[in-house]
């Protein structure tokens, strides 16, 4: 009887170590203000009706930019849409008074992404990374469309 106690015991201990590890990974920056990459702009516009004032919003040639005021992280954010009208971008600009280090230490333990400047972190279909002062949110679509890598340069032929 003791036996069979002693490895219900180990076998709930390594479940819970097994479990406890993972549970925030279900938890991931997607988005600001209830926007997430993947939303189609009907619905961002709809979650940001709540948090941004219209006058903040600004037109940028792939989506429009916000002034974040209730951040300590960040400052600005930049959502870009494609075609089809879809969030697949969300760019947040670091605040530099805070400092890009200390900014990716407090995402780093509330996400548990280890974020670098030389590596994307992808999860739950979100892909993030820094670029220069920006922390790059994209949707990580891995379809073979997505997936191709487009042609480089070309030169242009002049007929010699």
């Known amino acids: 009887m003791k036996k069979k106690v ?6 709930v201990l390594g479940l819970v170590a097994i479990l406890i590890p993972t549970a925030p990974s279900s938890k991931v920056l997607r988005g600001i203000y209830g926007a997430e990459v993947g939303m ?3 619905a961002v516009m709809e979650a940001l009706r709540i948090g941004v004032c219209e006058e903040d919003l600004m037109k940028i040639p792939e989506g429009f930019c916000t002034v974040i005021h209730d951040s300590e992280l960040f400052r600005h954010a930049y ?3 494609d075609s089809t009208g879809t969030l697949v971008e969300l760019a947040l600009t670091i605040r530099e008074v805070r400092g890009m280090e200390a900014t990716l230490r407090e995402i780093d333990s509330t996400y548990r ?3 670098s ?5 992808v999860r739950d ?3 993030l990374r ?3 002062n920006k922390l790059l949110i994209r949707v990580a679509d891995f379809s073979p469309r997505q997936a191709r890598v ?3 340069p070309t030169r242009l032929s002049t007929g010699h």
């Open 113 to 115: 992404l280890k974020l």
């Open 79 to 81: 959502y870009r849409f």
């Open 150 to 152: 487009p042609r480089g």
């Open 117 to 121: 400047k030389d590596k994307a972190v």
């Open 6 to 11: 002693a490895l219900q015991f180990l076998v």
């Open 40 to 42: 189609k702009w009907v």
């Open 125 to 127: 279909g979100a892909a």
């Open 130 to 132: 820094i670029a220069g």
